[in-house]
């Protein structure tokens, strides 16, 4: 059969070129990105980064030493407050919720992961700060909490879900009571993709700052309550790089640099727990 | 069947449970405990939504009260004078998120058809996994390029080059500023294509293989396969990407801050400085000067989360039709 290059042929081959040159006008940009943080953050870095916090205007040098702590605090306290909740709320849906009630609970976790996260923010000022009467990194951590808790539930609630009703059963044909064997049996056999979701869950709060703005509010200095205003690296990135100095500017690409390389690490670490075999 | 097997399993258990509760009733308070703690923390999540609906109502009801609807259509905004118009942030929010959404579509779904469908599978899944590792950058970091890097190169050579050749269309019109709508346009365009391109390509990857194979075999070249087999059915799930996507856009706060301008006026000009809902929160939340103040970026807020809402729960109903329960549809 004779095969002249048709029209046709030639759609395909030009809708190729374009899809083509799609996928480059997306990486480009976040490529320049990546090269700029790369570039920008490498040249301005220093050992004083971790060691010092931001100098006063017009002296150089500094660091954001408090808002690497104040980020670590708030991560932590949000945590504590969201990993419960998100953990063993999924326990919940998989193991009892096969009812409305649970599908109710994940359509309200799918809403408020869509909710935008300044919003969030807003809350915890209504619930936290105006009855505390100041800033303070306590109602950071709890926005940043409300963000972390459908994540957490929704990404667990997956790999309960994969954890193979027979495990359970051989559990509670030993005489195991039930909530030893979710505990022991369920939890602990979905452990690395558990602790997947909560790296991810991890990753997306290190970077947020829009819920911050008006509850942890940022400090220039050391915090030494979580009653008070405490730093973090986003606040400090944002400020200082709306601020009229090259010196801020230079710290802002600095955090920038840390902040991108420590969400890389998670994503990594995330994905090498998110491969381990299971259930084999 | 899966399903149905776990459901029965999952049954079994509670029966069991429920008989150990009956034959020793001291040893199931365990389980009974452990059972009310998880729904306690499940129940916590639709708390939480209620609480965050009623706080936010409450706290506007002071501006809702005072102003009415005619809050939406207001033009000026001047909290000291306590003059509160909305509209500038309402068309900025729309503006720059619809535009953003036009530029990245396209882009997206050639990407996403780039990874499933061309690209050698390594170069597809390197290609993929760059977008979602991108799409995990904070968008602060966003922001931080796009004030220092990108605004100054559209105030040098993107605007100037805008006016002097396409000037005599009102969008092209004014002085090169740098930071402008147009800049947001770009910020947001930027972080919505990640996201838009690996939901995409998740529903074409939920596309049954027959329905290609089906194409081929009729003699369809790679280009009218996808068409003509592929586009057709994962529609309504790319169009929950995109809708996806747009609810992103529209509650994107810090990027947009810090490269729009904030400044509350309606310009035709895409070149002039503009301002977003969740860009005015952010800027004046913290430091509001009345009472009425406060009451008013919390309606702006609650305005934002009405239609996010409603624009991320239209996404999900779109997505799950194509990723889930495809096997009963017209193949």
């Given at each position: 059969?004779k095969r002249?290059p048709?029209?046709?042929?030639?759609?395909?081959?030009?809708?190729?070129?374009?899809m083509?040159?799609?996928t480059?006008?997306?990486?480009?940009?976040?490529?320049?990105?990546?090269?700029?943080i790369?570039?920008?953050?490498?040249s301005?870095?220093?050992?004083?980064f971790?060691?010092?916090?931001?100098?006063?205007t017009g002296?150089t040098?500094?660091?954001?030493?408090?808002?690497?702590?104040g980020?670590?605090?708030?991560?932590?306290?949000?945590?504590?407050i969201?990993?419960?909740v998100?953990?063993?709320?999924a326990?919940y849906?998989?193991?009892?919720?096969?009812?409305?009630?649970?599908?109710?609970?994940?359509?309200?976790?799918?809403?408020?992961?869509?909710?935008?996260?300044?919003?969030?923010?807003?809350?915890?000022?209504?619930?936290?700060?105006?009855?505390m009467k100041?800033f303070?990194?306590?109602?950071?951590?709890?926005a940043?909490?409300?963000i972390?808790?459908p994540i957490?539930l929704?990404?667990?609630?997956e790999q309960?879900?994969?954890?193979?009703?027979?495990?359970?059963?051989a559990?509670?044909?030993l005489g195991?009571?039930?909530?030893?064997?979710?505990?022991?049996v369920?939890?602990?056999?979905a452990r690395?993709?558990?602790?997947?979701?909560?790296?991810?869950?991890?990753?997306?709060?290190?970077?947020?700052?829009?819920?911050?703005l008006f509850?942890?509010l940022g400090?220039?200095?050391?915090?030494?309550?979580?009653?008070?205003?405490?730093?973090?690296i986003?606040l400090q990135?944002?400020?200082?790089?709306?601020?009229?100095?090259e010196?801020w500017h230079?710290l802002?690409?600095a955090?920038a640099?840390?902040?991108?390389?420590i969400?890389?690490?998670?994503?990594?670490?995330?994905?090498?727990?998110?491969?381990?075999?299971?259930?084999? | 069947?899966?399903?149905?097997?776990?459901?029965?399993s999952?049954?079994d258990?509670?029966?069991?449970?429920?008989?150990?509760a009956?034959?020793?009733?001291?040893k199931?308070?365990?389980?009974?405990?452990?059972?009310?703690?998880?729904?306690?923390f499940?129940?916590?999540?639709?708390?939480?939504l209620?609480?965050?609906?009623?706080?936010?109502?409450k706290?506007?009801l002071?501006?809702?009260?005072?102003?009415?609807?005619?809050?939406?259509?207001g033009?000026d905004?001047?909290?000291?004078?306590?003059?509160f118009?909305a509209?500038?942030?309402?068309?900025?929010s729309v503006?720059?998120s619809?535009?953003?959404?036009l530029?990245?579509?396209?882009?997206?779904v050639?990407?996403?058809?780039?990874?499933?469908?061309?690209?050698?599978?390594?170069?597809?899944?390197a290609v993929?996994?760059?977008?979602?590792?991108l799409?995990?950058?904070?968008?602060?970091?966003?922001?931080?390029?796009?004030?220092?890097v990108?605004?100054?190169w559209?105030?040098k050579?993107?605007q100037?080059?805008?006016?002097d050749h396409?000037g005599?269309?009102?969008?092209?019109?004014?002085?090169?500023?740098?930071?402008?709508m147009?800049?947001?346009?770009?910020?947001l365009?930027?972080?919505i294509?990640?996201?838009?391109?690996?939901?995409?390509?998740?529903?074409l990857?939920?596309?049954?293989?027959?329905?290609?194979?089906?194409?081929y075999?009729?003699g369809?070249?790679?280009?009218?396969?996808?068409?003509?087999?592929?586009?057709?059915?994962?529609?309504?799930?790319?169009?929950g990407?995109?809708?996806?996507?747009?609810?992103r856009?529209?509650?994107?706060?810090?990027?947009?801050t810090?490269?729009?301008?904030?400044?509350?006026?309606?310009?035709l000009?895409l070149?002039?400085?503009?301002?977003?809902?969740?860009?005015?929160?952010?800027?004046?939340?913290a430091?509001?000067?009345?009472?009425?103040?406060?009451?008013v970026?919390?309606?702006?807020?609650?305005?934002?989360?009405v239609?996010?809402?409603?624009i991320?729960?239209?996404?999900?109903?779109?997505?799950w039709?194509?990723t889930?329960?495809?096997?009963?549809?017209?193949a």
């Amino acid at each position: 059969m004779k095969r002249t290059p048709s029209i046709r042929l030639i759609k395909n081959g030009l809708m190729t070129l374009l899809m083509v040159a799609a996928t480059l006008a997306v990486l480009a940009p976040l490529g320049i990105i990546f090269v700029h943080i790369l570039k920008m953050g490498a040249s301005s870095i220093s050992l004083d980064f971790f060691t010092q916090i931001p100098k006063p205007t017009g002296e150089t040098g500094g660091g954001m030493a408090n808002g690497l702590a104040g980020s670590t605090i708030m991560i932590a306290m949000s945590s504590l407050i969201g990993l419960p909740v998100g953990i063993l709320g999924a326990v919940y849906l998989t193991e009892y919720g096969h009812n409305r009630f649970a599908d109710a609970i994940r359509f309200s976790a799918d809403v408020l992961a869509g909710v935008p996260s300044i919003i969030t923010g807003m809350v915890a000022y209504t619930l936290l700060v105006v009855p505390m009467k100041g800033f303070s990194a306590l109602a950071g951590a709890v926005a940043l909490a409300l963000i972390m808790i459908p994540i957490v539930l929704r990404t667990t609630e997956e790999q309960l879900k994969l954890v193979p009703g027979t495990l359970r059963e051989a559990s509670l044909a030993l005489g195991v009571p039930l909530w030893r064997t979710t505990l022991q049996v369920t939890l602990a056999s979905a452990r690395t993709g558990i602790i997947t979701g909560i790296l991810l869950a991890i990753a997306r709060i290190a970077g947020e700052t829009a819920p911050l703005l008006f509850t942890a509010l940022g400090n220039q200095f050391w915090s030494r309550k979580l009653t008070e205003p405490m730093a973090a690296i986003p606040l400090q990135i944002f400020n200082f790089a709306i601020a009229p100095y090259e010196d801020w500017h230079k710290l802002a690409w600095a955090g920038a640099l840390v902040l991108v390389v420590i969400m890389f690490s998670l994503s990594l670490a995330a994905r090498y727990f998110g491969r381990q075999k299971r259930y084999s | 069947m899966e399903i149905t097997k776990t459901m029965t399993s999952a049954m079994d258990r509670e029966t069991a449970a429920a008989k150990t509760a009956f034959i020793s009733g001291n040893k199931a308070w365990g389980d009974r405990l452990f059972r009310w703690l998880t729904l306690g923390f499940s129940a916590s999540i639709l708390l939480i939504l209620l609480i965050m609906a009623f706080e936010m109502i409450k706290e506007s009801l002071p501006a809702i009260r005072k102003f009415g609807w005619g809050f939406t259509i207001g033009k000026d905004w001047d909290p000291v004078q306590e003059q509160f118009g909305a509209l500038p942030f309402l068309y900025g929010s729309v503006v720059s998120s619809i535009l953003a959404i036009l530029m990245a579509t396209p882009l997206s779904v050639g990407t996403a058809l780039f990874i499933t469908d061309i690209a050698p599978k390594k170069l597809g899944g390197a290609v993929s996994s760059l977008v979602e590792l991108l799409a995990a950058i904070p968008s602060v970091i966003y922001g931080l390029w796009g004030v220092l890097v990108m605004a100054p190169w559209l105030q040098k050579t993107v605007q100037p080059f805008l006016i002097d050749h396409f000037g005599f269309i009102p969008l092209f019109q004014g002085a090169p500023y740098g930071v402008s709508m147009l800049a947001a346009i770009f910020i947001l365009m930027i972080m919505i294509v990640p996201i838009i391109t690996s939901i995409t390509k998740e529903v074409l990857t939920a596309v049954p293989t027959a329905q290609k194979e089906a194409a081929y075999a009729l003699g369809a070249t790679r280009w009218e396969m996808l068409r003509v087999a592929l586009l057709p059915y994962a529609r309504s799930g790319i169009l929950g990407a995109v809708i996806l996507g747009l609810g992103r856009a529209i509650g994107e706060t810090m990027a947009v801050t810090m490269v729009i301008g904030n400044t509350p006026q309606i310009a035709l000009s895409l070149l002039a400085p503009g301002y977003t809902m969740p860009s005015v929160i952010a800027n004046e939340f913290a430091e509001t000067t009345s009472k009425l103040h406060a009451s008013v970026l919390m309606e702006i807020g609650l305005i934002l989360l009405v239609v996010t809402l409603i624009i991320n729960i239209m996404a999900r109903l779109l997505i799950w039709s194509v990723t889930r329960g495809n096997s009963g549809r017209s193949a």
